[in-house]
């Protein structure tokens, strides 16, 4: 079984490398990384494409935002599903690439696991997720 490495309010996050078909190596010093989250409690199947429907629709109304040049831009992750038909009931888990954002100045470093927004008052810095 997969050991999660976060949780939120209502899914577990797993950390997940997956390798292109388009990339020609095998190498997984080339995969991408993700996140792979999985609702705790039993949802139907038909919600994991729900979620993604939503979160897409909100990409492209951010779009249309940006489209107006507003004094900061914001983007949406692209989501995707996937399903692990070796394991038992083949399981639905959404996916997004893994951001990892860096404060140089400060060294401190974030990990964002959601669409979120993080505000730093100490720093001044404000990131939209």
């Not at 080339?30 to 429907?53: C, I, L, P, Q, T």
């Not at 935002?65 to 995707?80: E, G, L």
Request: glycine share 4%.
């Amino acid at each position: 079984m997969f050991q999660s490495f976060n949780r939120g309010a209502m899914r577990q996050c797993y950390r997940l490398k997956k390798l292109s078909k388009f990339c020609n190596s095998e190498d997984w010093h080339h995969a991408g990384n993700y996140v792979a989250k999985k609702y705790m409690e039993s949802v139907d199947r038909s919600v994991y494409f729900e979620d993604v429907k939503l979160q897409m629709d909100a990409k492209l109304w951010g779009e249309e935002y940006n489209r107006h040049n507003p004094p900061k831009k914001i983007d949406i992750f692209q989501m995707y599903i996937i399903e692990l038909i070796d394991e038992e009931g083949s399981p639905l888990y959404h996916l997004e690439h893994f951001i990892e954002v860096s404060i140089p100045m400060r060294g401190i470093s974030l990990s964002i696991l959601n669409i979120q927004t993080i505000v730093s008052s100490e720093f001044g810095v404000e990131y939209h997720c």
